[in-house]
């Protein structure tokens, strides 16, 4: 495959773009089944050599956009050649390359929290229905995606979905088919398999798999190295935080759910840790912040729209439930980006009542373009910023002025030994700027 050969591999995306053109091109024209599959198995690998260069932070979206485009295509030619006189062994090589395909269109979606594209499961499920005598190989493919598919993807932070890969890779062949308990996998159905189901002909049990997650668990809590495979990949403290969250979702039965009550409203989100701490709370005026840095002795106010002052985005949301300790909130036609699970981001109440509260993104899924929902867990108020006073055998907490707030002497409290000073010779220092969770 010389035009293959010659893409230009420099300029990726230009690269995968003439690639995905070929494809398409490709399963226009008449060809027997087997140097269709000859050929796509030429465009599979350089497939996903080119698109390993878009897995990368920040590159989620475009990457999505790119496998959804190219193995989308390339499936689409495996399926094109599962014709009634194709040989076994080439059926076999057909279905594990479209099956292989369509995993990475799913991987890609879980990657940018975007959904899969309809009916993805259901052709799964039928091309590994479609074998009669499947190779191991092969069940292992298909066993692999179907745990992905059930590791709550789109809970997951940035980074989790390949790391989740990579630990199915070392530990998924523990879990094994069969048709009497698991997970049951629904042929018709359009997700990967359904706990506590009990009329499906086809099961995936994890029982020896959660064993060895346990087992895995346990090493990286006593600091023990990981596998080989596994080290070279996966940072230890992501492989611990995904064990504990794949320990549940791989575990089959009724999951416990805390009670949610569906409200309406509004919420205002902030996002970034660094945006959160420029909040002003208070302030009547949602839009309004303050610059928390200022340098000792500094007596400058910073006002709204200075010149330097990078103003926190402010985007309303509107809350579709809440639970005990957080909301699930959507938002329509967003301007920008959403806020991605694990990260920081400030919530508040429109109205002006309360102050900003601190949470953190959970889940994310985006329903339409422009439109996405977010799970959040609220944490508590906002760091707020105070003034730590020093004087004569005391020191005392009391909100900025800068805040927008009038101070407020708080309880005394003894300093270190260091700090204490006689009242003659006693010079406080000039204000210690510090931060404290708000009361």
Request: overall charge positive; hydrophobic content about 45%.
């Amino acid at each position: 495959m010389a035009w293959i050969a010659a893409l230009p591999t420099a300029e990726p995306g230009r690269a995968i773009a003439l690639l995905a053109q070929s494809v398409r091109a490709l399963n226009t024209v008449l060809l027997d089944p087997v140097t269709r599959i000859s050929l796509l198995r030429h465009y599979e690998s350089s497939a996903n050599d080119l698109a390993g260069v878009f897995v990368r932070p920040g590159l989620a979206g475009p990457m999505a956009r790119v496998a959804t485009t190219v193995h989308s295509e390339i499936a689409q030619g495996y399926q094109m050649a599962l014709e009634p006189e194709l040989g076994a062994e080439w059926r076999l090589l057909a279905v594990e390359g479209a099956m292989g395909s369509l995993a990475e269109v799913l991987r890609a979606a879980y990657r940018a929290y975007v959904p899969a594209p309809p009916g993805l499961w259901r052709r799964l499920h039928a091309l590994f229905d479609s074998v009669a005598n499947p190779t191991l190989e092969l069940e292992r493919l298909y066993i692999g995606i179907v745990l992905l598919g059930l590791s709550d993807p789109y809970a997951l932070p940035a980074g989790g979905v390949d790391a989740a890969w990579r630990i199915i890779a070392e530990i998924g062949e523990r879990a094994v088919l069969n048709d009497a308990s698991g997970f049951a996998i629904v042929a018709g159905a359009d997700k990967p398999a359904e706990p506590g189901r009990a009329d499906s002909k086809l099961f995936l049990d994890t029982t020896s798999l959660l064993s060895e997650l346990t087992r895995l668990r346990d090493d990286l809590k006593a600091r023990r190295s990981l596998p080989p495979r596994l080290a070279s990949n996966v940072l230890p403290d992501l492989a611990l935080r995904l064990c504990t969250i794949l320990g549940e979702t791989w575990r089959p039965g009724p999951r416990r759910r805390s009670l949610r009550v569906r409200i309406g409203g509004e919420r205002l989100v902030c996002q970034g840790l660094a945006a959160l701490q420029r909040l002003r709370v208070g302030d009547a005026s949602a839009h309004r912040f303050v610059e928390l840095d200022i340098p000792w002795g500094g007596a400058r106010t910073p006002q709204t729209g200075d010149l330097g002052l990078a103003l926190p985005r402010v985007t309303t949301w509107t809350i579709q439930d809440a639970g005990r300790t957080g909301l699930w909130l959507s938002c329509t036609d967003l301007d920008g980006p959403p806020p991605a699970p694990g990260t920081w981001i400030g919530v508040k109440d429109p109205s002006g009542a309360g102050s900003w509260q601190a949470a953190t993104v959970r889940w994310l899924r985006r329903l339409r373009p422009r439109e996405y929902a977010i799970g959040v867990a609220l944490l508590g108020l906002a760091q707020t910023e105070t003034i730590l006073r020093i004087g004569p055998r005391r020191a005392t907490f009391a909100a900025s002025s800068v805040a927008g707030s009038p101070l407020r002497a708080a309880a005394p409290v003894r300093p270190p030994e260091s700090l204490a000073k006689t009242p003659s010779t006693a010079v406080g220092p000039p204000p210690v700027l510090a931060r404290r969770a708000a009361p």
